[in-house]
T-cell receptor
Framework: ETGVTQTPRHLVMGMTNKKSLKCEQH?????MYWYKQSAKKPLELMFV???????ENNSVPSRFSPECPNSSHLFLHLHTLQPEDSALYLC????????????FGPGTRLTVT | GQNIDQPTEMTATEGAIVQINCTYQ??????LFWYQQHAGEAPTFLSY????GLEEKGRFSSFLSRSKGYSYLLLKELQMKDSASYLC?????????????FGAGTRLAVHP
């Protein structure tokens, strides 16, 4: 247990569906991140939030829409995804943006059919 | 650009020593991390090097040479539970704050 939880752990959705991924951290951190991990590829940073403000959008398509209502919760809203968006989506948190240690959640395994 | 290279797969025998290498080319270098990731689980922090030299933590050690853009993770007295992916990540200053740039990971299989 790293103090970062993600739900759901597995998600299968069609290309016309709308779904949301949820992340919650219980560590009192101020920065939260979304990463995408595809098979045999490096983790790709998608979004960074610091104190609920987005500080990084790493050229992510608009079909991915993040939301950070408070420093403990982070959402990733998904709509009209493509099959190539199938991946493991990892949430992480740290004390501040770019701090030495990031704590990762277990991820959501997303399959787009 | 930013580039991090590490071997895709390695195998080793229980009880042995294995060294996983990582080379990088990044601007704004501000430290190097190693993470361990078991299949289906979250990456977990193993080590952090910001200065040249060797950092030892139990059975795991990590080395950094900034001039060569090179690091390695050394695992001693291998155990079956060490079978996992090992991710090399560089912390780089970009856009006013530090971000982590990951390599693709090295999948280590430990055999009896």
């Amino acid at each position: 247990e790293t103090g970062v939880t993600q739900t759901p752990r597995h998600l299968v959705m069609g290309m016309t569906n709308k779904k949301s991924l949820k992340c919650e951290q219980h560590l009192g951190h101020n920065a939260m991140y979304w990463y995408k991990q595809s098979a045999k590829k490096p983790l790709e940073l998608m979004f960074v939030y610091s104190l609920e403000e987005r500080v990084e959008n790493n050229s992510v398509p608009s079909r991915f829409s993040p939301e950070c209502p408070n420093s403990s919760h982070l959402f990733l809203h998904l709509h009209t995804l493509q099959p190539e968006d199938s991946a493991l989506y990892l949430c992480a948190s740290s004390q501040g943006p770019g701090d030495i240690e990031q704590y990762f959640g277990p991820g959501t395994r997303l399959t787009v059919t | 650009g930013q580039n991090i290279d590490q071997p895709t797969e390695m195998t080793a025998t229980e009880g042995a020593i294995v060294q996983i290498n990582c080379t990088y080319q990044t601007s704004g270098f501000n430290g190097l991390f190693w993470y361990q990731q078991h299949a289906g689980e979250a990456p977990t922090f193993l080590s952090y090097n910001v200065l040249d030299g060797l950092e030892e933590k139990g059975r795991f050690s990590s080395f950094l040479s900034r001039s060569k853009g090179y690091s390695y993770l050394l695992l001693k007295e291998l155990q079956m539970k060490d079978s996992a992916s090992y991710l090399c990540a560089v912390r780089a200053l970009s856009g006013g704050y530090n971000k982590l740039i990951f390599g693709a990971g090295t999948r280590l299989a430990v055999h009896p």
